[in-house]
């Protein structure tokens, strides 16, 4: 069988680079920003030549500054994704368009479902999700959207580094203690996409995250225990006292029954995965 080859764009991010390391033993090309503009269509269509999957790690992740920046956003995460998606058309080649919970409002009670209508309610929500809805309108068939969330990991700025920052500078943290999601590990994450690919996937829509659900106070308490700190120093505060430009999702489970459905193992729970990123340091300040 002919090995594939891969292109990676957007792979100096968090997840681009542990994606690159899960994919170490393959012909991979990785290019970051400096390397490629994927809003650059031409660029796009020379880089992406002589590759049969295109992972997209690229994106425009600024939550807040989406809101006034919209069309910024819009032209990496919307626009850029549309380039990748004609490209991989001409190439006969498969998209992995990485995606977000931010694709839904956060009104659910229950995990969503990966076909749950999708109702953005953010800049960047509605800009992730036209992304979606480009990659796959202009690659059918061969276009693989990869919903995460809540994702931390080795490489640049996450939750768990925050909150150990901020350890190092106050007494007590103040975290939101009414919003649920499924903090997920990059290095899992990969995993789980190179499992999809390994597999033959390469279309449909998955969700990418670790299992269980929490919030964002009973994370960092996670957080500070694995430090050796006292997680009684994270005090809970709601969102409507920590009022940001950008609206989040209250609810942001994602459910994982493409797996269950096609035979895949279930993605391991957040806190396992969690003890797992602080036994590799992946706290660790840069």
């Known amino acids: 069988m002919t090995e594939l080859t891969f292109l990676i764009t957007g792979a100096n991010g968090m997840l681009g680079q542990d994606v690159h390391k899960a994919l170490a033993d393959r012909t991979v090309t990785a290019l970051g920003r400096a390397e490629l503009d994927i809003t650059d269509a031409d660029a796009v269509t020379a880089a992406t030549a002589n590759h049969d999957v295109i992972i997209n790690c690229a994106a425009y992740t600024r939550v807040d500054d989406a809101e006034t920046h919209e069309s910024d956003a819009y032209a990496i995460n919307a626009t850029g994704a549309a380039n990748l998606a004609r490209a991989a058309a001409q190439h ?51 276009t693989l959207v990869l919903r995460t969330a809540w994702i931390y990991g080795a490489a640049g700025n996450s939750f768990p580094k925050t909150m150990l920052r901020l350890a190092r500078d106050r007494d007590t943290v103040s975290v939101v203690s009414d919003q649920f999601g499924q903090p997920s590990w990059t290095v899992d994450v990969a995993d789980q996409l190179v499992r999809l690919l390994d597999a033959g996937v390469t279309s449909g829509t998955w969700h990418a995250t670790n299992a269980g659900k929490t919030t964002w106070f009973e994370f960092a308490r996670a957080v500070f225990s694995l430090a050796g700190l006292d997680p009684d120093r994270v005090k809970p505060t709601s969102s409507a006292e920590f009022a940001r430009p950008a609206p989040r999702p209250s609810y942001s489970v994602l459910g994982h029954a493409q797996w269950q459905r096609h035979g895949f193992a279930k993605p391991r729970d957040w806190r396992a995965a969690l003890e797992a990123a602080a036994q590799a340091g992946v706290f660790q300040q840069p």
């Open 92 to 142: 006969s080649a498969t998209v992995v368009q990485v995606s977000t919970d931010y694709v839904f409002d956060g009104t659910a009670t229950s995990p969503y479902p990966e076909d749950a209508a999708l109702a953005p309610v953010s800049a960047y929500g509605r800009t992730k999700a036209e992304g979606e809805r480009l990659s796959t309108t202009l690659n059918p068939g061969r």
